[in-house]
């Protein structure tokens, strides 16, 4: 099993940047595939990224392509995401989750959130006009 927390969300202004931590515990953190979503009252949980158990494959929403980048240090437990040129549209609250990763993904992470078996709080990150 696997409790996922997140933190570095907060306020920020048009075109900064924030990144987001996602911490985990387990012993088996490095065989689970990570992934960012992001949800706004009133609509539906959408996927942000998602990175492969290794580390090797990564996937991006097309909202978030080139400004967007997730990463994770496996000897630390520990997945980001390094938001940059930040827009108002951007503003959510922000979720990682995990799912463990199977030979026959064929190695790229999973966008579909049923995939996801573990789910942290979510941390909110706000941006400004």
């Known amino acids: 099993q696997v409790q996922l927390v997140e933190s570095g969300g907060g306020l920020v202004q048009a075109g900064g940047s924030l990144r987001l931590s996602c911490a985990a515990s387990g012993r088996t953190f490095r065989t689970y595939a990570l992934g960012w979503f992001r949800q706004t009252p009133g609509k539906e949980r959408e996927f942000v990224a998602a990175?492969?158990?290794?580390?090797?494959?990564?996937d991006y929403a097309d909202s978030v392509q080139g400004r967007f980048t997730i990463s994770r240090d496996n000897a630390k437990n520990t997945a980001y995401l390094q938001m940059n040129s930040l827009k108002p549209e951007d503003t959510a609250a922000y979720s990682c989750?995990?799912?463990?990763?199977?030979?026959?993904?064929?190695?790229?992470?999973?966008?579909?959130?049923?995939?996801?078996?573990?789910w942290g709080q979510g941390t909110q990150v706000t941006v400004s006009p």
């Open positions: 990175i492969s158990a290794g580390g090797g494959h990564t």
């Open positions: 989750a995990a799912y463990p990763a199977s030979p026959f993904d064929g190695g790229s992470p999973a966008r579909r959130i049923s995939r996801y078996v573990y």
